[in-house]
Nanobody
Framework: QVQLVESGGGLVQTGGSLRLSCVAPGILILIYAMGWYRQAQGKQRELVARISSGGSTTYADSVKGRFTISRDNAKNTVYLQMNSLKPEDTAVYHC?????????WGQGTQVTVSS
């Protein structure tokens, strides 16, 4: 079974930054639109950023202007640069293809923002 592998999460203070990475062994991501999802405890999963195969990006209103999604097809990797982090950004972050495929769902990476 192929899974995406997320990394880069951690504990940061309000206003801090993190850069998440998503490696896709066995998946040729250049043919896919990719997205970063997050799920906070007790809340529904949210798609926070997406990037098309051509590089077009869209963001949830909650992260617009603070988060940047990018991709490096040569490295088969997708990134999420998160700046000006807020406590409400605390969640487990996952990347996936779009539309979402449970086959590729990985462990995610925990982001915790302290106030």
């Amino acid at each position: 079974q192929v899974q995406l592998v997320e990394s880069g999460g951690g504990l940061v203070q309000t206003g801090g930054s993190l850069r998440l990475s998503c490696v896709a062994p066995g998946i040729l991501i250049l043919i896919y639109a990719m997205g970063w999802y997050r799920q906070a405890q007790g809340k529904q999963r949210e798609l926070v950023a997406r990037i098309s195969s051509g590089g077009s990006t869209t963001y949830a209103d909650s992260v617009k202007g603070r988060f940047t999604i990018s991709r490096d097809n040569a490295k088969n990797t997708v990134y999420l640069q998160m700046n000006s982090l807020k406590p409400e950004d605390t969640a487990v972050y996952h990347c996936n293809v779009l539309p979402l495929s449970w086959e590729y769902w990985g462990q995610g990476t925990q982001v915790t923002v302290s106030s």
